[in-house]
C-alpha cells in the first residue's frame, strides 16, 4: 500500500508559529482570565431558586401552586443577584499565563471628578462600569489610546457587577425580554440606525455593513472592504446561490449583501430592516450598482413580510439576536414557512461563550445599554442549533467567527478613530467616546471569545432533500 505525501503548508503557516503573529490580528499585550464559570458553584444557584421562594411560602402560606409561579418568576433575579455578590467576593484565578504589570491607576487614566479621584488611585482599581459611565460624563481622561489602555485592563480595573448593572437587568432588560412587541423593537431599532448614515459610515467605510467580515489572508493585512467582500462572497458561495433564486435576507441593514448578490450572481434579492435611513440608503446602492430591478430594500418589521411565495434562499446576518429569546422559535418557524422545501438558509448571529467569566456580563451589560438594546437572543452556540433543530432545520454546519469579528472591529475602531474630530463635531464628545469604548473593548471581547459569532448553514430537514449537493472536499485534499 502506498501513501501519499501530505500536502506542504501555505507559506503563511510556517511563518505564523508564533501566536498572534499575523499582521491582520490584533495580539494581546496582557492575556489575563477573569472568575467565572469555572468557579461558579451552580448548585448554590439552584438552591437560593428553590430555597428563597419556600421560605417566603412557609412566611405567607402560599399554595404550592403559587409557590411554582413564585419560583419561575424570581428565578432571573434570584440568578442576577447571586452572580452581583459572585462578582464582589471571588477572588481572579491563580492559574495566569501571565503577571500584571501592577502599574498605579494614573498610568492609564486620570480621573478628574475629586470624589472618584480620593476612591480611585494608586493600586486602587476603579469597577469597569464606574470608569466607562464616568469617562462618558467627561469625569475621567485616558492617559493614550483606548485599544492599548483596555488591552491592560486588569491592571486598573475591576470587574464587579455594579448596583446599578443590576438595576439595569432586573427594570429594563428583563421586561424588554419578556415583551419585545413590534412597537418596541421598532423604536429601539429607529432611535439606533436612523441615528445619520454619517454616524455609521464614520467606522463601516464604504460598504456599510454592520456585521463580521471574513479573512482570507493572514499572511497580509487586508482591509476592511476585503474583509466584507470574503463573507459576502463566501456567503453566497455556501449558499449556491444561483441566477435567478429568490432570495430574502432579513434584518439587511443598508443591503449591501442584498445589492452584491444581485449583482455577482444574479438573484431576485429582497432586504427587510425597520430602519428609514438604511432602506434609502440601499435602495439607491441598488441603483447605482445597476440592480434596482433584482436587488430591493422595504422598510417593514420581520413579522409583516409576505409568506408567499417561498424564497430558496434565506439569509439573517446578525439581526436574529434582535428577535429575543421569547420569540426566537417564533421567528424561526416563520423562516422555514418561507424557505423552499430544498431551500437554504444562513444565520450569522452574535452570542456569549458558556464558559462565561465576570467581564462577559459587565460587557454584555454595557452592550445592552449603549449599543444594541433589545439583543437578548445572544447566546451559546448550543443554544441556537437546539432552538434551529426544534424548529424544523437540519444543520449542515457551523462556524465560530469570533477572531475574524476582532479584526472587522479593530479596523472599525481605525476609522473611528481617524473621523474623532468630525463624529465630535456633528454629535458630540459623548457619542465618540461611547463608540470609542466599545469599539477598543470589543476588539478583545471578540478575539478571546466572551462575545462571538456563529456562520450557520442549515436547510429543512426533510427526507426528500439532497444532501449529497452541499458536500465539499475535505481539507487537504488535491
Not at 432588560?173 to 441615528?195: A, C, F, G
Not at 456585521?211 to 474583509?227: A, D, M, N, Y
Not at 455556501?238 to 443591503?255: E, K, S, Y
Not at 422559535?329 to 438558509?345: K, N, S, T
Amino acid at each position: 500500500m502506498t501513501t501519499e505525501s501530505a500536502p506542504k503548508p501555505k507559506e503563511w503557516v510556517a511563518k505564523l508559529a508564533k501566536p498572534f503573529s499575523s499582521p491582520t490580528i490584533y495580539p494581546p499585550s496582557l492575556a489575563y482570565e477573569c472568575v467565572g464559570a469555572r468557579e461558579y458553584n451552580s448548585y448554590i444557584l439552584y438552591g437560593l431558586v428553590v430555597l428563597i421562594p419556600y421560605m417566603l411560602k412557609r412566611l405567607f402560606g402560599f399554595t404550592w401552586l403559587t409557590y411554582i409561579i413564585v419560583t419561575a418568576l424570581l428565578a432571573l433575579p434570584i440568578g442576577a443577584l447571586s452572580l452581583l455578590f459572585f462578582s464582589w467576593v471571588w477572588p481572579q484565578p491563580t492559574d495566569q499565563t501571565c503577571a500584571l504589570p501592577n502599574e498605579p491607576l494614573e498610568k492609564y487614566i486620570t480621573i478628574l471628578d475629586k470624589e472618584l479621584k480620593a476612591k480611585y488611585h494608586g493600586s486602587h482599581k476603579i469597577p469597569m462600569e464606574v470608569f466607562f459611565e464616568s469617562y462618558f460624563d467627561g469625569d475621567i481622561d485616558l492617559q493614550g489610546d483606548a485599544l492599548e489602555i483596555f488591552e491592560k485592563r486588569y491592571d486598573w480595573a475591576s470587574f464587579e457587577i455594579t448596583w446599578r448593572q443590576a438595576k439595569f437587568f432586573l427594570f429594563q432588560w428583563i421586561p424588554e425580554l419578556l415583551w419585545h412587541s413590534k412597537k418596541q423593537d421598532e423604536t429601539q431599532v429607529r432611535d439606533h440606525y436612523d441615528r445619520g448614515d454619517d454616524f455609521y459610515a464614520a467606522f463601516l467605510g464604504e460598504r456599510m455593513i454592520y456585521t463580521s467580515g471574513l479573512v482570507g489572508e493572514l499572511g497580509e493585512r487586508e482591509t476592511l472592504e476585503q474583509i466584507q467582500d470574503n463573507k459576502m462572497r463566501n456567503l453566497c458561495e455556501r449558499m449556491q446561490m444561483r441566477a435567478g433564486d429568490r432570495h430574502l435576507d432579513i434584518g439587511c441593514g443598508w443591503g449591501t449583501l442584498v445589492a452584491y448578490a444581485a449583482k455577482h450572481y444574479g438573484t431576485e434579492s429582497v432586504g427587510v430592516t425597520l430602519g428609514r435611513n438604511q432602506t434609502a440608503f440601499g435602495n439607491a446602492r441598488a441603483a447605482e450598482w445597476g440592480v434596482s430591478e433584482s436587488a430591493k430594500i422595504l422598510c417593514m418589521d420581520y413579522r409583516d413580510i409576505p409568506r408567499r411565495p417561498r424564497y430558496n434562499r434565506i439569509t439573517c446576518l446578525e439581526m436574529a439576536e434582535h428577535v429575543g429569546v421569547r420569540k426566537f422559535q417564533e421567528f424561526l418557524l416563520q423562516v422555514r414557512d418561507m424557505l423552499e422545501d430544498d431551500g437554504l438558509f444562513h444565520l450569522q448571529i452574535a452570542g456569549l461563550r458558556g464558559a462565561w467569566q465576570c467581564e462577559d456580563f459587565v460587557w454584555g451589560l454595557f452592550m445592552a445599554k449603549y449599543v444594541f438594546p433589545g439583543a437578548d437572543a445572544s447566546c451559546p452556540l448550543n443554544w441556537v442549533i437546539g432552538q434551529l433543530e426544534t424548529a424544523g432545520f437540519e444543520v449542515r454546519s457551523a462556524e465560530t467567527i469570533g477572531i475574524h469579528y476582532s479584526v472587522t472591529i479593530g479596523r472599525w475602531y481605525e476609522n473611528w478613530l481617524k473621523n474623532k474630530d468630525q463624529i465630535t463635531k456633528t454629535y458630540g464628545k459623548r457619542w465618540f467616546r461611547i463608540w470609542e469604548i466599545f469599539l477598543a473593548w470589543s476588539v478583545i471581547i471578540a478575539r478571546q471569545g466572551s462575545s462571538t459569532c456563529y456562520q450557520i448553514l442549515a436547510h429543512k430537514n426533510r427526507n426528500a432533500f439532497d444532501r449529497s449537493r452541499l458536500i465539499t472536499k475535505p481539507m487537504g485534499a488535491q
